[in-house]
């Protein structure tokens, strides 16, 4: 055998392995797929998505005023604290600035509007104070049961990760905030319940209709909850329930992955590395079979 | 090896002594089967040690005894609406308590015992007078999912992991599932009030 | 390591001082420089890279210990943490998670090779069952783990999986309280599972020991699958270092590749959303399936209508494995010269991943949608239920059935003397073009 002969060989074996551990991959693809008869998300033509895509920080601050003014009365972001707003990439990090997250003037005066329970360090009476940028996001709600109470059994789910537990994440986000339609007619709904279709959900049997044509999406106990002109922008951006619907989606998917940007920056120089780190090998390889029978 | 190979010689001449020893001092041929019996209950004791230490390493994953202290709740039955259904938690579980209409129990009564896999009357399962509350645990039979409520085709609930249906009186009607949902213990305090466990 | 006379000699005092004390260079040394059989492609890489895949999760785990609290109440903010706060704790995190997947991507492409080059057949069974222990508790450590997070999927896989032992009979229900610790999957269920997670892989890297101890007694297999140790000639073999260790460590740079894409561009990819979402012991996710590793598995337990059936079958797709060696009734051990055979297995490979994707459908689903269809029995023919069925008829009459008949009655091609009578005269033969 020669040597070209078996080059040849070896790379239809690389791309034959290649292929066999991509097909075992692809099975993953079905368990990610969202149940029921859900609307497939629209794009909201994120900034960030793809390989070398980054957040938008004018995005990711409006973003963070309409998750503070109208989300955050009844949904908590537990795992996030005021400092994160200003870790790098993070709405409101300065990179002219040598300010530590902690530092940052603009989120010490964006944790001091929020009041936070605490406990009197005298008397040990539980009181409340202004927020310091360490302290996390404090909860609507003191805990998940007055939470369901409060809103007719349904408890609104923490924002912290919504983006990675929902498929399509951001495009998710979006699509449910802005995508609230009148429920169609034959639908039987209970009180406090609303229609979406981009809900999860089988509204098969509450459809009175045509049973081959039952609604996409489910029930939502949340109404909606953006209008036009809720929350004032300073930069100029439309003040519709569609820009706060995609804004409040780019800050929960920055949010939930704060480290993405990094994580793809440093992704691609580990890549360039491997594929270096590859070449030589090969050569090496190259060199010491070189003139083996194999 | 060389050196390993000459103590096995020496441990083989030592045993060729004591035997000739013993045969010396007590002579007769039972002496052998004594020797093994007590190399034997020597090894059984060796066995028997390790058994009781082993013991004690499984038996820690048992139930702990704050865990074991079974809790009791009470449950407020006009909290359900009729043809609704509420979802406590008992023992780190679901329970269902469903108020049903008169056409689901109905149902449940009419179906012949002969259509069921664990076979069960619906009488049995509710208490007597209060046939229109059903008390069950909310753990599929089959690998304890819970199941949803008003889906299926009998009715009763549709376990979404592996497609098991319940019927109005939470019987296994079709899918993998062997048994029926379970009822817990409970009784009435109150013509209003159950308390379970 | 027995029948390689060893070629070590050492050089300096301190050398020699040594190896009469404790010849550990010695050891490495004969390792490095083992005959290896010279036609060796790149299928048997995956062992060098299956050996990384284990330093990695072990190292990455150790690490993610430190800042992990196995508690109801605090996993997931801890884990989250990690990914959040910790320093770099986002890629550790991301590595271990991935690293789960690409462990089974290799481990199946081993077994794959394994089962296609008969490495299984005599004299190398025990290799075999080993690679066998291995991959069970493989499976058992990378389901404890996945239960650590106490996401959705995590909570109610481990109310699936522990639930299987409940089915069985008698013995299930008290042992099924045992393993909980309690009635329900609770913070007992948690602890101990960490506890188990830690302790598993360092049984696995007792288990390689042994397995690598198997494969240096009766030497290692060869796409040719002929040359056992004592048939070993100069012309067969090369030493292990150089030759195959640059051979191994480039397959494992292309395989970390891979690796990195996952980690660093779609680390979410192989997992489910819904295990973002805090464990709920009051509602089920609308559509539990377990990591892709586990789905054939998965889809031969649904397959079977009744649950301790159902829990046994699958157990038997695993437990086959243990018994391959004597169903295999062949005298040629490559199929590279069992043209049937060959056929038999590219069969079981599109089964395999057939099974694979039945597991993650829901079993009522029409699998073409819109075909007619009639119920047979309890399902629609049509249905992903039937289907399941099918590939797991064939999965198993594939080792019972196919096995032992084909390697009977079929006329395997004529197999080279030694490995080098192809190499060197020109080119083995299916090799051409």
Known sequence: MTIQNGTRSAVFKIVASAVAALSLVAMAAPATAAGG??????????????????FDQAQLQRGYKVYREVCAACHGMQLMSFRNLGQPGGPFYDAHENWSPAENPYVRALAAEVQVPDIDTETGEPITRPATPADHFPSPYPNATAAAAANGGAAPPDLSVMAKARHDGANYIYSLLSGYVPAPQGLKMAPGQHYNPYMAGDLAPFWEGDEHHVPPGGFIAMPAPLSDGQVTYDDGSPQTVDQYAKDVAAFIAWASDPHAVERKRTGFGVLIFLLLFAGLTYASYRRIWKGIAH | MARSGSIGAHERCDVTESVELNHDGHGGGDDATRRDFIHIAAGAAAVGAGVMMAWPLVNQMNPAADTLALSTI???????????????????????????????????????????????????RVKEGHSQYLVVIGSCTHLGCVPTFNAGDYGGWFCPCHGSHYDTSGRIRKGPAPKNLVVPTYEYVSDTRVKIG | MSDHESTYVPKTGIEKWLDSRLPIIRFGADYMSLPTPRNLNYWYTFGGILTLCLMVQIVTGIVLAMHYVPNTELAFASVERIMRDVNGGWLIRYVHANGASMFFIA?????????????????????????CVIFFLMIATAFLGYVLPWGQMSFWGAEVITNLIG???????????????????????????????????????????????????????????????????????LPFHPYFTVKDGFAIILFLILFAVFVFYMPNALGHADNYIPANPLQTPAHIVPEWYMLPFYAILRAIPDKFGG????????????????????????????????????IFLVVGVGLGWCGAQLPDAQVVPGMPSFQLLDGQLNSYLWLTRLLTAYYFAFFFIIMPWVGLKETPLPVPHSISEPVLDGGIPEKKG
């Open chain 1, 37 to 54: 008869g859900a609307k497939h998300p629209r794009s909201g033509g994120f900034s960030f998505e793809g390989p070398f895509g980054t």
């Open chain 2, 74 to 124: 009470e449950f407020d039955l006009t909290k359900v609406a009729e043809g609704m259904q509420v979802v406590i938690k008992w023992q780190g579980k679901p329970v269902f308590v469903r108020y049903r209409t008169p056409k689901e129990i109905e149902e449940a009564v009419d179906t012949p015992l002969s259509a069921l896999k664990d076979p069960q009357t619906d009488a049995d």
């Open chain 3, 107 to 131: 481990v199946y492409l081993h077994m794959l090779r394994g089962l296609y080059y008969g490495s299984y057949k005599a004299p190398r069974e025990i290799i075999w069952i080993l690679g």
């Open chain 3, 167 to 237: 089915a069985i009979p008698m013995i299930g229900e008290p042992v099924l309280i045992w393993l909980r610790g309690g009635p329900a999957i609770d913070n007992a269920t948690l602890n101990r599972f960490f506890s188990l997670h830690y302790l598993l892989p360092f049984v696995i890297f007792g288990v390689v020991v042994l397995h690598l101890w198997a494969l240096h007694t009766s030497g290692q297999n060869n796409p040719a699958g002929i040359l056992i140790p004592k048939e070993r000639t100069p012309k067969d073999t």
């Open chain 3, 311 to 346: 829990v046994l079958a699958m157990f038997g797709a695993i437990g086959v494995l243990f018994i391959l060696p004597w169903l295999d009734t062949s005298r040629v051990r490559s199929m590279r010269y069992r043209p049937t055979m060959k056929v038999f297995f590219l």
